[in-house]
């Protein structure tokens, strides 16, 4: 990789120095110059110059690389969330371009910097993939390609069956066990008479009861439900050794991710207020404005109809600034009902700034939209629901109306879209079967998908493996025992 | 330069062609090359293989949108499921496709198939002329309107007239301002092919054996229309005897009723002579069958016929044999143990869609 041309190292020092003005706080970044095949190889990689071999990376590069081909998409930036920053300009791209990613990178970092769910990521992850790399390039020699990579594909299926809010809340703290003693029930001291009075029976017998069913707890395992199930198989499946070295890394890769995929609208809404700031007031030549317009309208266009991150983001960002601007917030301006009075409602506060610096500290997508949508803002933006319209086959707009758009909104940012599964028993039927529950939250699983993932879990448990979900609105167990599969109504189960 | 992604591509190409990893196949989202066809575009899907996960369904989902529209307007079809992960859960996201023109589609099958380019034979050359866009001008059809220049040029104007208003940039553009595409026009020489579809219509070719010669002779005419200039297509069908149709007949007609090949291959030779003379055209023959012919006595003659008529005038002569329930296939076995070691000749067995391909290449693997 080719270290920056003169005039690009100008560029990337000067347009560094607008962004430290406007108050942008960032690691060090440095910029990589790539010819387009590179840059499509480190962007089917997620960003980083190596990955473990895996066939998936070939997927998304001869994607990229068609896409490319046929115009149907370019990539503009690529920056990846590491101390220091690592980012990436495509070697063609003419001077108005780089700059605008440069500007764009910027502000990426500050967010990687500052955002609290990046607080806990790694930021050697550029060192650790490529000690990823070494080490699945290290089993394959070992033990043969074609076996490595399809535990690397099974272990991809249960890619998603992490906990995203495990790097923030000690789930499971370490209990002092007290070792092969059996806790009675404490009675108080009492006459003999006295005693029923005392100490009731009835109280006794159910604090008896409350005690067993403790110590049933603790005998339970997982003691309390899990959604860290690859956690789960890591510590208690039997593995071999080179197989619990994939599924960790698998789980470290998922967990380093994890972020960007919580904050994606917030993210890219930042980097782009960012980038159309810094180039419309400091860095943009008169020559270069036509094809910055063309090109920022690029980023915030898409085809009608669709949801665009970049696009929601920077404009929830320019209201929050607006709104803290004119100080229109607060009971003061909720209760205001005249309608005129609001719409001139002006304070002159000037807090937006420090506000939407504020929000994107303390943010992720779920809670921007929860905190920060306001009802003006989705008429606006004309926001709306769809549907599947089974009767037509087609997808149609079937609602404007703004609590249920946000509601559903917030609904498929809340866990990443992702069903939430957890592992609830690894000793089911007393016979060593895993169980695991999903919360159902009225969405039922692609059932095919569901069945290979089952039949992918049975290969790292070892033993058959039961998935409590609802199929068909009814409440079902699907268990696949390594040879078969066997689906039957929980109801009938308990009759 | 080689680059450490190119072991992940090569790897992904395989399991997508079914080389290795077979159990993933199933996962592919699209195998098929062809996809929706336009007028002179093909979309392509790009083949995906998704690993299964927990996921929901996507039908149930539905999602937010953005943009005009009253409750009920349609946004876009549902009927496929989008797999790529992260890639949003709107309509126009579930369909992974590539707009391509015939001339790219035919790259894409050689390089998919390793197909070597053809060489026309000959001195078969007529000139003709071929269109560039090459320059701008101020003149031209409004379907030819360069909208950037113009826009530039509009811009321009208007700040050196001072009536440019930033805070209301509206601009105009008038007749001056218009800049059109032009283009130059380059003679090239052009080498011509015919190609001659022959078509067994008796009772025992179905459907389904009659699909396969349509996917078979779409990516066969995509091919040479890439590789030669002029192309003419004629179609024949024959049961006991042969006729020529137009292509809609030819793909569409069922007859019953017994099979003499011998007469399709007498008709072509008559056409080959009488309008294709072979120091004019490079000459494609390709005939489809389910192999039974009516007596061996009949396929004797057919071998005569190719091997004094056909083979010294045609380029490459393709016997495509589509196997169905009822025919013997015999004529495939006779015509490999007459014609074997034979330049001009390709011979195949197509046993299902799935073996169209691996046809394709077995016709146009010799590059002539």
Known sequence: MASLPPDLSQLQEEIEAHARSYGLDFFPVIFEILDYRSLNQVAAYGGFPTRYPHWRFGMEYEYLSKSYAYGLSKIYEMVINNDPCYAYLLQCNAQVDQKLVMAHVYAHCDFFKNNFSFSKTNRKMMDDMANHATRIRRSMDKFGVETVESFVDTCLSLENLIDPHAPFIVRDRPRVQEEGHRPAVRRMKSKSYMNDFINPPAMMEAQRLKMEEETRRLKHFPENPSRDVLRFLLEHAPLKNWQRDVLAIVRDEAYYFTPQAQTKIMNEGWATYWHSKLMTEKVLTDAEVIDYADHHSGTLGGRSGRLNPYKLGVELYRHIEDRWNKGRYGKEFDDCEDLVERARWDRKLGLGREKIFEVRRFCNDVTFIDNYLTEEFCHEQKLFLYDYNPKTGMYQISDREFRKVKQRLLFQLTNLGQPIISVTDGNFRNKGELLLKHDPQGLELKHDYARETLRNIQQIWGRPINLETVVDEKLRLISYNGEEFEEKDIADKVA | ?368
């Open chain 2, 1 to 368: 330069m080689i680059l450490r992604i190119d072991q992940d591509h090569n790897r992904f190409r395989q399991i997508v062609r079914g080389k290795i990893k077979k159990d993933l196949r199933k996962h592919i989202s699209s195998g098929e090359l062809i996809g929706r066809r336009g007028k002179d575009l093909i979309s392509i899907p790009l083949p995906q293989i998704s690993i299964p996960q927990f996921i929901y369904g996507h039908k149930q989902t539905g999602g937010v949108g953005q943009g005009d529209g009253a409750v009920g307007t349609v946004l876009g079809p549902g009927d496929t499921e989008g797999n790529r992960q992260g890639a949003g859960n709107l309509p126009s996201d579930h369909l992974l496709e590539v707009d391509v023109t015939l001339d790219e589609l035919a790259e894409m099958l050689g390089e998919e198939l390793e197909l070597p380019a053809i060489r026309p034979r000959g001195r078969k050359n007529i000139v003709s002329a071929k269109d560039r866009y090459t320059g701008i001008a101020k003149h031209g059809p409004e379907t030819l309107r360069h909208f950037k220049r113009t826009y530039k040029e509009t811009l321009k104007r208007a700040i050196s007239t001072g009536t440019y208003r930033p805070d209301n940039p509206i601009l105009i553009p008038i007749r001056q301002d218009r800049r059109y595409r032009t283009w130059k026009s380059s003679v090239v020489p052009q080498a011509n092919a015919a190609i001659i579809y022959m078509m067994d219509v008796s009772g025992s070719m179905g459907e389904e054996q009659k699909e396969i010669v349509r996917i078979e002779s779409f990516w066969i005419d995509t091919w040479l229309r890439h590789h030669y200039r002029g192309v003419e297509i004629r179609y024949i069908i024959h049961d006991a005897e042969a006729r020529e149709v137009d292509r809609e007949t030819f793909y569409h007609t069922r007859e019953s009723g017994g099979t003499v090949i011998s007469a399709a291959y007498k008709m072509c030779s008559k056409m080959i002579e009488l309008e294709y003379p072979s120091d004019e055209w490079n000459i494609y023959c390709l005939h489809f069958s389910d192999g039974d012919n009516w007596s061996q006595g009949d396929t004797e003659e057919c071998i005569s016929i190719l091997r004094k008529q056909l083979l010294p005038r045609v380029n490459l002569f393709c016997y495509g044999q589509v196997e169905s329930p009822y025919g013997t296939g015999q004529f495939l076995v006779d015509m490999k143990e007459a014609l074997a070691g034979e330049e001009q000749v390709a011979l195949s067995k197509i046993e299902n869609k799935d073996g169209i391909y691996e046809s394709i290449k077995e016709f146009l693997g010799k590059g002539v």
